[in-house]
């Protein structure tokens, strides 16, 4: 089990310097003309992890997506899992990310779901507080409708970007 553990958190920390260093170049280089848009919640095992795989799922390549919590958790909600397989969203190899600056101000829009002030605000940038439920604790039927809630902002998000 260690030697899973260790491989386990490799290939996160490998993504999660990846994907700092395409923030940063982001933040250095002109636009690609592809929107950025970050899903920020408190825990990150939730609703913005939701959110980010609903929006790649629906525009592959069309919008570059990434989540990220004020306070994250360890582990994605499995009951988030679950409602978006049976959607064919796969955030098995989805895992908790913590926000800073650089993640806020690589993003053109920034989507907060619950997170409050501790969200870094930058001029510039489109703001959008979401009123989603917190789909911690709850059972499957729940965090069904919030998967649908969240499906339907994120096609009128999409929408709007032209996506």
Known sequence: AARGTTSLLASRAAAFTAARLDDLHRVE????GTP??????VQNAGRSQMAAAIAAHLAPGKVHVRSAGSKPTGEINPVA???????????TN????PLDDRVV????????????D???????????EWDVADPAGQPLAVVRDIRDDLTSRVSALLRQLNV
């Open 94 to 97: 989805a895992y908790p990310k």
């Open 81 to 91: 899992i679950q409602a978006l397989r049976e959607r064919g969203i796969d955030l």
């Open 36 to 41: 950025t848009v970050r899903f920020v919640c």
């Open 29 to 32: 280089q002109a636009s690609t």
């Open 118 to 128: 501790t969200c870094p605000v930058y001029p510039g940038k489109r703001y959008e």
């Open 105 to 116: 101000h690589a993003a053109d829009i920034i989507i907060t779901m619950g997170c409050g």
